[in-house]
């Protein structure tokens, strides 16, 4: 596994180890607990991984376009200076539909696992510098961006999960 995404699974377990089910269901009022916070970052790998996959079972080049201004100043935020802002609305294929909090671990580290594997074939087949596909808000991204980006997503929530049960980051 790529060394970023093996770095985010070692802080996805490290958060959830010994959750007893109230743990998972604690949250702000309005807000996310960690089993759908999980579930929202299984579903993102996922939607990830097949959208990689299913350019590379038809063969098909991915379909790219140039990044629209928006989308390089987000990517700027995001992924090259590494701030994830809180708050923004999540695309609807990707919202937790109500997998319980082991289910949702499972489902997440099974995806983030599936999605490192498209990543890297991806990467084998158009190469490392240039986009691979497009990302709903971050526009065309290559094969070290979306590993990024998906680090500090999942990173992002994690720290949101820590608090949640009260818990400090390892280290």
């Known amino acids: 596994m790529d060394a970023l995404l093996n770095r985010l699974r070692e802080e996805i377990e490290e958060s959830t180890e010994g959750l007893a089910d109230v743990d998972w269901s604690r949250a702000p009022q309005g807000r996310w607990n960690s089993a759908q916070i999980l579930e929202h970052l299984g579903r993102s790998y996922g939607t990830t991984a097949k959208m990689l996959e299913l350019c590379m079972e038809t063969g098909n080049a991915p379909q790219i376009r140039a990044a629209k201004i928006r989308e390089l100043l987000v990517k700027l935020l995001i992924v090259n200076l590494g701030v994830f ?15 319980s909090g082991p289910e ?19 990467e084998l087949c158009w190469g490392n510098d240039k986009p691979i596909a497009m990302h709903p808000i971050l526009g065309p991204l290559n094969p070290a961006q979306w590993r990024k980006f998906h680090y500090l997503h999942g990173h992002h929530h994690v720290r949101q999960m820590r608090e949640r049960v009260g818990r400090k980051a390892a280290g």
């Open 104 to 122: 949702a671990l499972r489902r997440a580290l099974s995806n983030l696992e599936r999605m490192d594997i498209a990543i890297a074939k991806a």
């Open 85 to 99: 802002p809180s708050g923004a609305k999540s695309p609807v294929q990707v919202l937790p539909q109500g997998d």
